[in-house]
């Protein structure tokens, strides 16, 4: 998992997503993070939040409850031909709505005060998300020789692990509904950064090999699409919590 194909993978399915697509999706959630979390009124904040995630979410239940119904049905070749056009896509569109949805998300929630004493939560969620996203990507791409892997694992287990060190002594009780919403947060993070997107790039790199095989992308890309049906059902739960959290406080 060398720096350069990762790198050139990136490249890769960006000229294939359509670059104009890529860097448009990319700079946009950029800029809608940046400005809720900076200047945006409450309100402003808000929309981002729930418009990234009902994108987020609406986006994984259709993939899952729609189109991965509908491409088993075919031949592999005619559902590897869908997954080729619709991977590269999807590689740049939903880290970014996750990314957008979960830190608007938390610091949203310390705005309107259902989040106090936050710190030693959000750096118990790092770790406990950090760490087995990194694990699993090693495992996923074989990289855990690999020196320059070995050096981000131990930055991240090193850098969270202190950060949790060092305010665990001022970490107090939350509400259950807070603990619920970070445990799928966490989950959803582990299984979008550790499963999905390591599956859009192994499909990548099937179509892009001297014999592409039809059958692995179909499987692959079908596997992403279960896990982005469970990905929505978990979102939808986070809803209801999320609604609980804000109209009931517990």
């Known amino acids: ?56 979410t609406g986006i994984d239940l259709f993939i899952g409850a729609v189109l991965g119904p509908v491409l088993g049905g075919l031949e592999e070749e005619q559902s590897a031909a869908v997954f080729e056009r619709l991977t590269p ?40 998300t950090l760490v087995p996203v990194l694990l699993l990507l090693g495992w996923r791409f074989a990289a855990f020789d690999d020196r320059r892997w070995r050096v981000a694992f131990a930055v991240v287990a090193v850098g969270s692990g202190a950060w949790v060190a060092t305010t665990v002594g001022s970490l107090q009780p939350t509400t259950p509904a807070v603990l619920v919403s970070l445990a799928i947060v966490a989950v959803l993070s582990i299984q979008g950064f550790g499963f999905l997107l390591p599956g859009e790039i192994r499909m ?38 999320m609604v609980y959290l804000r109209y009931r406080g517990f």
Not at 18 to 24: E, L, V
Not at 219 to 235: C, E, P, R, S, T
Request: aromatic share 6%; charged share 10%.
């Open 204 to 241: 990548y790199r099937e179509m892009i090999a001297d014999d592409p095989d039809p059958g692995v992308i179909a499987a692959i890309g079908q596997q992403n699409a279960k896990l982005g049906g469970v990905q929505g059902i978990l979102q939808l739960v986070l809803i209801l919590v």
């Open 89 to 128: 896509k999807t590689a740049f569109l939903l880290p970014s709505l996750a990314a957008v949805t979960i830190a608007s998300g938390i610091v949203l929630a310390q705005r309107v005060g259902l989040f106090p004493n936050a710190e030693p939560w959000i750096a118990l969620f790092t770790l406990v």
């Open 1 to 56: 998992m060398s720096t350069t194909t990762i790198r050139g993978t990136v490249a890769g399915l960006g000229r294939r997503a359509n670059p104009a697509f890529a860097g448009g999706v990319v700079l946009v959630a950029v800029c809608a993070l940046g400005y809720a979390l900076t200047v945006a009124s409450l309100q402003h904040h808000t929309y981002v939040h729930v418009m990234a995630g009902v994108l987020w």
